[in-house]
């Protein structure tokens, strides 16, 4: 059962299925089952064993003294939690992750990410990606919570994108969810504020691609005042 589970997590599909069989012949990974609305895993303690979710979704979010609860992202079936932390200095959590459906999942002991990485190029490369893409977005999102608006942080998004892309017509690789989440927003208020733009003629969409018609008005939106 672990290693048709494993097959199915991102982070172990580029792995041989020949070492991957030898890789669980040293251990077992530990499943474990959680109802909608458990805690997973708590905020500022250490964190040794990767959590693959293998249904299911949850949130991480982030919780002050006074109680106010900031939702840093969604995590779903196949998704690996804090794969940076499980190797940073002190190994401590920086977010609570609560069950948002009934969750299963897969748990691996830190010393064996190790092995693995030692015995596999393939999911070395996978790991580090993992990493860089995880540190990316949150990157991103504590760039964008300077905005009080939708229609600003969507604007800073899309010149941003402009200057990488270097082309009006850009390929957004995010999806409406991820760029809601990144936003620190709903999606049906960010759906919203984009079909505004589109009727403004300041951008037009189509899937995945978004035309810039108006980038002169992009650019006002990103600085006028709050």
């Known amino acids: 059962m672990s290693l048709i589970a494993l097959k199915k ?31 997973l895993l708590i905020q500022g303690k250490e964190y040794l ?32 939690i804090a794969t940076a932390v499980l190797f940073s200095p002190d190994k ?10 009934d969750v299963s999942t897969l748990w691996i002991p830190r010393k064996e990410i190790l092995r693995l990485c030692r015995m596999s190029t393939e999911f070395l490369e996978k790991l580090l990606c993992d990493m860089g893409a995880r540190l990316s977005f949150l990157a991103q999102k504590i760039r964008f919570l300077q905005f009080n608006t939708i229609r600003k942080k969507i604007a800073e998004y899309l010149l941003i994108q402009l200057r990488n892309q270097g082309k009006r017509t850009l390929q957004v ?27 403004e003629g300041v951008i037009s969409t189509e899937g995945k691609m978004i035309q810039v018609l108006d980038p002169v008005r992009l650019r006002t939106m990103a600085e006028e005042e709050e």
């Open 92 to 101: 401590l959590l920086p977010v609570t992750v609560v069950a948002q459906t």
């Open 49 to 80: 064993d990767l959590c693959c979710i293998l249904s299911g979704e949850v949130s991480a979010e982030i919780q002050d003294y006074s109680g106010k609860v900031l939702k840093v992202e969604t995590l779903k079936a196949y998704e690996s």
């Open 173 to 199: 690789r995010h999806s409406r969810e991820m760029l809601a989440e990144m936003f620190g927003v709903t999606r049906p208020a960010l759906s919203r504020v984009f079909s505004e733009l589109c009727k």
């Open 9 to 39: 997590v991102d982070l172990f599909k580029s792995v041989p299925t020949s070492t991957l069989d030898t890789w669980l012949k040293g251990f077992t990974p530990l499943q474990r089952e959680y109802r909608k609305g458990n805690i």
